[in-house]
């Protein structure tokens, strides 16, 4: 069976060492892809743990699950 990410994070990271040059940001370089995504949701993942340390990590799952925005919806702002 194909594994399939079930949530997503930000995309194009503005970091100060590698990636594209931001056209209004001098000082901002553009990263792409799951490697700039997922240290976001692990980010809000820790963010978790430090606010209620005992959850299990399909308890993370659920929580990142229920509350994120569906991307395929145009509505989403």
Do not use: K, W
């Amino acid at each position: 069976m194909r594994q399939v990410p079930s949530v997503t994070g930000p995309d194009r990271t503005c970091t100060t060492f590698f990636g594209t040059q931001d056209s209004f940001d001098s000082d901002c370089f553009r990263f792409s892809g799951t490697s700039a995504a997922a240290p976001n949701v692990a980010a809000v993942a820790a963010l978790l743990l430090e606010i209620q340390p005992h959850l299990y990590p399909d308890e993370i799952r659920s929580i990142l699950q229920e509350t994120a925005r569906d991307m395929d919806d145009q509505d989403t702002l």
